[in-house]
């Protein structure tokens, strides 16, 4: 069983940043590829970045490309989300997720493909 665990989510204004933070709970989150996802008010939950269990390959939805970056420390058991020049359309809760095996951008962007997740964080900026 893995256990992750969201921080660092706020208030910013536009044009601010904000990182994200997951840890997990288990040794086995070294072997695990790791996603952000979000779910603004009324919508649905949408993949915002993944990377693999190596750090060796990110990917990205087009709306963060350029201003977000995920990174992961497996030594620490945790994962990162940079969200820089952040926009009122960035305001969502944000949760981070593990799966396994595979990692491709169709698997790492379908939410039903990971195993767990956190129980979110929320982000809001302001205009």
């Known amino acids: 069983q893995v256990h992750l665990v969201e921080s660092g989510g706020g208030l910013v204004q536009a044009g601010g940043s904000l990182r994200l933070s997951c840890a997990a709970s288990e040794r086995t989150f070294s072997i695990g590829n790791m996603g952000w996802f979000r779910q603004a008010p009324g919508k649905e939950r949408e993949f915002v970045a993944a990377v693999t269990w190596s750090g060796s390959r990110t990917y990205y939805t087009d709306s963060v490309k350029g201003r977000f970056t995920i990174s992961r420390d497996n030594a620490k058991n945790t994962a990162y989300l940079q969200m820089n020049s952040l926009k009122p359309e960035d305001t969502a809760v944000y949760y981070c997720?593990?799966?396994?095996?595979?990692?491709?951008?169709?698997?790492?962007?379908?939410?039903?493909?990971?195993?767990?997740w956190g129980q979110g964080t929320q982000v809001t900026v302001s205009s």
């Open positions: 997720a593990a799966n396994f095996g595979t990692a491709t951008y169709f698997r790492m962007a379908r939410s039903e493909t990971y195993d767990y």
